[in-house]
């Protein structure tokens, strides 16, 4: 295998939304997941790290070619969704890429871009979405010789330390406006998101 799969987070809880799922959201006539999932598979293949089903978010993704990887210890955190989906990595795999599911504006052309970025800045270890300011952001792709510390990652920061120990080995990739950084983790964020799109409709 030579294609760079992506991994789609989508176990966590929406514990900011009050009551509701942010990934069931609809935006463009379906949940948002199945909008990230589409974006996703349109450059390469997408592991989707998936609460303990049952659950509403795998109806999501029906008849979508993503492998569903349920995550039975989900409410530790986002490691735990990392650590389960690694194990679907192939061994094969020259890198891999961690994607939100909670990030509208990112398109696949976005997606595309920062995969590209792999091939043309060989020498660094990390690849990682950036706004067009260079503020860090997502998606981020990790190096194949980082697997196994993505696989023992543990609690809920993310991978956000062994970023910090790849210094002089990430390379940031500029996306437009602030694709790789605005999320939607509370009613607020969404009417905002919401009331900025109806003045300008998000590219797919």
């Given at each position: 295998?030579?294609?760079?799969p992506?991994?789609?987070?989508?176990?966590?809880q929406?514990s900011?939304m009050?009551g509701?799922?942010?990934?069931m959201?609809?935006v463009?006539?379906?949940?948002l997941?199945?909008?990230?999932a589409?974006?996703?598979l349109a450059?390469?293949?997408v592991?989707?790290?998936l609460?303990?089903a049952?659950?509403?978010?795998y109806?999501?993704?029906?008849g979508l070619e993503?492998q569903?990887?349920?995550i039975?210890?989900?409410?530790?955190?986002?490691n735990?969704?990392?650590?389960g989906?690694?194990?679907?990595v192939?061994?094969s795999?020259?890198?891999?890429m961690?994607?939100?599911?909670?990030?509208p504006?990112?398109?696949?052309d976005?997606?595309?871009?920062?995969l590209?970025a792999?091939?043309t800045?060989?020498?660094?270890?990390?690849w990682?979405?950036a706004?067009?300011?260079?503020?860090?952001g997502?998606?981020?792709?990790f190096d194949?010789?980082?697997?196994?510390e993505?696989?023992?990652?543990?609690?809920d920061?993310?991978?956000?330390?062994?970023?910090?120990?790849?210094?002089?080995?990430?390379?940031?990739?500029?996306?437009?406006?602030?694709?790789?950084?605005?999320d939607?983790d509370?009613?607020?964020?969404?009417?905002?998101?919401?009331?900025n799109?109806?003045r300008?409709r998000?590219p797919i």
């Open positions: 295998m030579t294609e760079i992506i991994i789609l987070l989508a176990a966590g929406s900011r009050g509701t799922d942010k990934l959201q609809p463009d006539g379906m949940p997941l199945r909008r990230m589409q974006r996703a450059v390469g293949p592991i989707v790290a609460p303990p049952p659950h509403p978010r109806g999501a993704l029906e993503v569903p990887v349920e039975p210890d989900a409410r530790e955190g986002m735990a969704s990392l650590r989906a690694m194990a679907s192939p061994a795999a020259p890198a891999a961690i994607l939100l599911s909670d990030l504006d990112l398109t696949s976005d997606l595309r871009s920062v590209g792999v091939k800045y060989p020498d660094n270890l990390v990682r979405g706004t067009d300011n260079g503020t860090p997502h998606p981020v792709v194949q010789s980082l697997f196994a993505l696989s023992e990652l543990t609690g920061s993310g991978a956000q330390s062994i970023v910090r120990h790849c210094v002089g080995k990430v390379h940031l990739h500029r996306l437009p406006a602030r694709n790789a950084l605005l939607l509370t009613p607020a964020d969404w009417a905002a998101w919401k009331a799109r109806s300008s998000s």
